[in-house]
């Protein structure tokens, strides 16, 4: 099993950073091969935002290539997303996602909301 736990979202202006992070526990953390961060706006479907695997390939949506950053701490068990030049289309909930061979996990959310 494992648990996914987001922090770091909440409320800032246009052009400002944030940087959100996912904790991961549990029994099989060490069988995950990849983490990714997703995002849901109110009324749109859930997408991709970047993804990472064990080996630091990673991938990004093409919304925010060039102002976000996906990384992790294979040590920690974390995952990071830094996000900057932020916009307010950028204004939803992000999830944080990790998967193995059986199973996908996500996280509770965090709201990140970009407004002046």
């Known amino acids: 099993q494992v648990q996914l736990v987001e922090s770091g979202g909440g409320l800032v202006q246009p052009g400002g950073s944030l940087r959100l992070s996912c904790a991961a526990s549990?029994?099989?953390?060490?069988?995950?091969?990849?983490m990714g961060w997703y995002r849901q706006a109110p009324g749109q479907q859930r997408e991709l935002v970047a993804t990472?695997?064990?080996?630091?390939?990673?991938n990004y949506a093409d919304s925010v290539k060039g102002r976000f950053t996906i990384s992790n701490d294979n040590v920690k068990k974390m995952v990071y997303l830094q996000m900057s030049s932020l916009k307010p289309e950028d204004t939803a909930a992000y999830y944080c996602?990790?998967?193995?061979?059986?199973?996908?996990?996500w996280g509770q959310g965090t709201q990140v909301t970009v407004s002046s």
């Open positions: 996602n990790a998967r193995n061979l059986l199973n996908s996990y």
């Open positions: 549990g029994r099989s953390i060490n069988t995950i091969y990849a």
């Open positions: 990472i695997t064990s080996g630091r390939t990673t």
